[in-house]
């Protein structure tokens, strides 16, 4: 039985977006969003990320017609990679032995070629809805597939055996090795297939990895959807609303599991435990 030694948030750019935009009710004015990437220590599967952030390889895959269009619907400023900042924490690249993918946004997955050692975890609903995508649509989805390693398929542990417990009013889970440590949440509604991640740390507490369910953590803690400009980008407005009702009830019914949004700028990155 394993043991969570170590959880670890870091940013890897920024994106200006408007607060209103990514929040109903929310401020005319520009909310500046991190793009996070979860880091845990395993005593014994070794280092798993929640996602791999922004990667300046990004940059050059958004030059060509029709990803162009991709930094007008997400601006961003380029931080740190992943990859350049986990030394600073005595850890390498080729130590991370896991990356879970939440979905497969570029901004979550640019750094999956930087982790040559990893197994990716993700859910098939995710890669399905997306692969056929050709042209405008894949624009639109935001899928790129050229930010995938060649090895891709080979290196995917799809998560579909949701058989374990609850997590408030999520109804099931996903044990990731068997040993409660790691639990994936379903998170549908921002993008097909979005998954949540449960870090046990037993008395140190637990995280839950949010990724987009929600941009804003007031927008988790008001129950407050994004703009309906922003539906038309949203793959499933209904499931992401019911989504965040869900929660909404885990902020304020479970005071142990904190939770983690990708881009709220409320976060501190650097050591959580
Ligand atoms: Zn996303």
Not at 24 to 39: S, Y
Not at 189 to 194: R, V
């Amino acid at each position: 039985m394993g043991t969570l030694q170590r959880a670890l948030l870091l940013s890897t750019g920024i994106s200006p977006h408007l607060e209103a935009l990514v929040m109903r009710g929310g401020r005319l004015g520009v909310a500046e969003m991190p793009a996070h990437v979860g880091v845990l220590v395993h005593s014994e599967q070794g280092v798993v990320l929640f996602d791999t952030g922004f990667a300046p390889r990004l940059r050059r895959a958004v030059r060509p017609f029709p990803d162009l269009l991709y930094p007008v619907l997400v601006p961003w400023r380029d931080g740190r990679s992943a990859v350049s900042q986990l030394p600073d924490y005595g850890i390498c690249a080729r130590e991370v032995r896991h990356v879970f993918v939440s979905h497969l946004h570029p901004d979550h997955v640019a750094g999956l070629r930087d982790f040559p050692n990893a197994t990716f975890h993700l859910s098939p609903e995710a890669w399905l809805a997306l692969r056929d995508a050709r042209g405008l649509a894949r624009v639109v989805a935001a899928w790129m597939p050229q930010l995938l390693p060649e090895d891709f398929g080979a290196r995917v542990r799809w998560i579909d055996r949701f058989t374990g417990p609850a997590l408030g009013a999520f109804p099931a889970t996903c044990d990731l090795f068997g040993d409660g440590t790691l639990r994936a949440v379903p998170l549908p509604g921002h993008a097909p297939g979005q998954l949540g991640l449960l870090a046990d740390g037993g008395d140190k507490g637990r995280l839950l990895f949010a990724a987009d369910a929600a941009w804003l953590s007031r927008a988790v803690r008001e129950r407050r959807s994004p703009s309906r400009l922003s539906d038309r980008l949203t793959w499933s407005p209904a499931a992401r609303d019911l989504t965040l009702e869900r929660l909404n009830k885990l902020w304020w019914e479970d005071a142990d599991t904190r939770i983690l949004l990708t881009h709220c700028p409320e976060h501190r990155v650097g050591e959580l435990w």
